[in-house]
């Protein structure tokens, strides 16, 4: 089981800046696929931003340009870096891991889905 722990939500005003991170459990955080999915009130979750086991960084076109993520293995942590954020972007961020189930450095063949339990952004006047 991997444990997924975000911080950084809040609230800000249009404009401004946010750093989300999300501390993952286990010790095989640097083969696992990560990423920052949100849900907005009355909407679906919407995937926003992934990252690689390499590194490989993809987002949706509504944040291309504002938001990075990243992440550093040997912290097991991936970070979301949101700039000029927008009123539309105001939701509950949540951290995902895409990999096997490890039992120390033993993990399995089939690839599982794991969640933290979400963080709010507001980007609000």
């Known amino acids: 089981q991997v444990q997924l722990v975000e911080s950084g939500g809040g609230l800000v005003q249009p404009g401004g800046s946010l750093r989300l991170s999300c501390a993952a459990s286990?010790?095989?955080?640097?083969?696992?696929?990560m990423g920052w999915y949100r849900q907005a009130p009355g909407k679906q979750r919407e995937l926003v931003a992934t990252?690689?086991?390499?590194?490989?960084?993809n987002y949706i076109d509504s944040v291309k340009g504002r938001f990075a993520i990243s992440r550093d293995n040997a912290e097991n942590t991936v970070y979301l870096q949101m700039n000029s954020l927008k009123p539309g972007d105001t939701a509950v961020y949540y951290c995902?891991?895409?990999?096997?189930?490890?039992?120390?450095?033993?993990?399995?063949?089939?690839?599982?889905?794991?969640w933290g339990q979400g963080t709010q952004v507001t980007v609000s006047s």
């Open positions: 286990g010790s095989m955080f640097s083969i696992y696929t």
């Open positions: 995902h891991a895409l990999g096997p189930l490890c039992s120390g450095y033993v993990c399995s063949t089939d690839n599982f889905d794991f």
């Open positions: 990252i690689s086991s390499s590194g490989s960084t």
